[in-house]
T-cell receptor
């Protein structure tokens, strides 16, 4: 079945630094990738949708200059949290969809980001 | 505004009981309804439903969709402690998935 690899699984960084999270589709071409964040005991909140080769579409309230998304190939999307602050600490999950497939039903394993 | 509402938000039952989790939705451009199980990490896919009235089964889990009344249920029979998790309902639109807040299920041994 479709596999999505996400790394790192967890990362601790200092305030003001940037962190990059990678999401790879291993056995299919992901025309669309989704980035979510999840706070403890809350549901997944969609941050942005990225299509290969074009700019990401951000959900309302998500700062595009802070959460940089790049989807340069059909198998890789990256989320960079720039100038991280403690309030950015969260669980970030990507999911990937192939053209004609069920939108975003294959998830990566998630990245737990802690900003200190 | 699109919304996906799950109930109950939390549920505690004894091992062996049967549970029914509910999901109602108001979403434009509906494509599918999805159920996920989330334990400690990322959600794992359970079911995708696109047609009304057709039950999908996987072992002790089953789900059905009513597109007229805009809801779905997830049934788990003969529950086991390993079923303890958050169950997420999501609706796939034409360009995104919208999640409900989840039902936190705890199975007592």
């Amino acid at each position: 079945g479709a596999v999505v690899s996400q790394h790192p699984s967890w990362v601790i960084c200092k305030s003001g630094t940037s962190v990059k999270i990678e999401c790879r589709s291993l056995d299919f071409q992901a025309t669309t990738m989704f980035w979510y964040r999840q706070f403890p005991k809350q549901s997944l909140m969609l941050m942005a949708t990225s299509n290969e080769g074009s700019k990401a579409t951000y959900e309302q309230g998500v700062e595009k200059d802070k959460f940089l998304i790049n989807h340069a190939s059909l198998t890789l999307s990256t989320l960079t949290v720039t100038s991280a602050h403690p309030e950015d600490s969260s669980f970030y999950i990507c999911s990937a969809s192939e053209l004609g497939g069920i939108y975003g039903y294959t998830f990566g394993s998630g990245t737990r980001l802690t900003v200190v | 505004e699109d919304k996906v509402v799950q109930s109950p938000l939390s549920l505690v039952v004894h091992e062996g009981d049967t549970v029914t989790l509910n999901c109602s939705y108001e979403v434009t451009n509906f494509r599918s309804l999805l159920w996920y199980k989330q334990e400690k990490k990322a959600p794992t896919f359970l079911f995708m439903l696109t047609s009304s009235g057709i039950e999908k089964k996987s072992g002790r889990l089953s789900s059905i969709l009513d597109k007229k009344e805009l809801f779905s249920i997830l049934n788990i029979t003969a529950t086991q402690t390993g079923d303890s998790a958050v169950y997420l309902c999501a609706v796939g639109k034409d360009d995104k998935i919208i999640f409900g807040k989840g039902t936190r299920l705890h199975i007592l041994p």
